[in-house]
C-alpha cells in the first residue's frame, strides 16, 4: 500500500520568505499531483508532474519530481498572504488511484 | 459552467437515518470517485467508477453504496448514519485524455448528530 508522507504538516511563515514543502511517498509512481485547497473550499489542481525531474513553475510556486527518491517538493519563493492554504501531493498509482498525503497548512503571516 | 457539482452542499441529520449525495460533472470524463475528508483534512479514497463500472471499492462500512445510474454522475447513498460519518465528502472526475488529474465537486458537509 502506498504511503505519502508531507513535511511539515503546519508552516507559518512570513511574506517574502522562501520554504520547501517535502512529499515523500513509499512505492514506485511516475507521476504526482500537487493541489491547493483554502478553508473551507474544494481542491484545485496546481501541479501536474509526469515524469522524473519534472519541474513546474507557477507564480511563487515551483514543484520539482524525483521518482528514483520517491520526492517531490513544492517551493515557495518571497510568500505572499494570498498563498495560505492547505496543499496536497497525491503520487498516482494504478487504476486511476491518488493517494493523498496528509496535506500541509501553510499559514503566511504580514 | 459548473464542472463538477454536487447536492446537497450541506447536511445535517439524525443517527439512523438515510442519506444520499448527488455528484454530476459535465466535462464528459469517463471516471468519478468519492473521497471523504475528515476533521483533520485527511482524503481518503472511497470509490471510483469508470463508465458506470466499479474499478476502486476501498475498506468501507458497506453501510455506503455508490451508485452510477450513467457516466455523468455518482451518487452516494449512506444507510443507518452513525456520528463517524460526520465528514466532508468530495466527488470528483478524471479524464482518459490528457494528465489524468481529477477535478473536485465543492463538496458536501454532512453532520450527524
Known amino acids: 500500500e502506498l504511503k505519502v508522507e508531507q513535511n511539515p504538516l503546519f508552516l507559518s511563515m512570513q511574506e517574502g520568505k522562501n520554504y520547501t514543502i517535502y512529499c515523500n511517498y513509499s512505492?514506485?509512481?511516475?507521476?504526482l499531483y500537487w493541489y491547493r485547497q483554502d478553508p473551507g473550499k474544494s481542491l484545485e489542481s496546481l501541479f501536474v508532474l509526469l515524469s522524473n525531474g519534472a519541474v513546474k513553475q507557477e507564480g511563487r510556486l515551483m514543484a520539482s519530481l524525483d521518482t528514483k527518491a520517491r520526492l517531490s517538493t513544492l517551493h515557495i519563493t518571497a510568500a505572499v498572504h494570498d498563498l495560505s492554504a492547505t496543499y496536497f501531493c497525491a503520487p498516482y498509482t494504478s487504476g486511476s488511484r491518488l493517494t493523498f498525503g496528509e496535506g500541509t497548512q501553510l499559514t503566511v503571516n504580514p | 459552467d459548473t464542472a463538477v457539482s454536487q447536492t446537497p452542499k450541506y447536511l445535517v441529520t439524525q443517527m439512523g437515518n438515510d442519506k444520499s449525495i448527488k455528484c454530476e460533472q459535465n466535462?464528459?470524463?469517463?471516471?468519478m470517485y468519492w473521497y471523504k475528508q475528515d476533521s483533520k483534512k485527511f482524503l481518503k479514497i472511497m470509490f471510483s467508477y469508470n463508465n458506470k463500472e466499479l474499478i476502486i471499492n476501498e475498506t468501507v462500512p458497506n453501510r455506503f453504496s455508490p451508485k452510477s445510474p450513467d457516466k455523468a454522475h455518482l451518487n452516494l447513498h449512506i444507510n443507518s448514519l452513525e456520528l463517524g460519518d460526520s465528514a466532508v465528502y468530495f466527488c470528483a472526475s478524471s479524464g482518459r485524455t490528457g494528465y489524468h488529474e481529477q477535478y473536485f465537486g465543492p463538496g458536501t458537509r454532512l453532520t450527524v448528530t
Open positions: 512505492t514506485t509512481s511516475d507521476r
Open positions: 466535462l464528459g470524463h469517463d471516471t
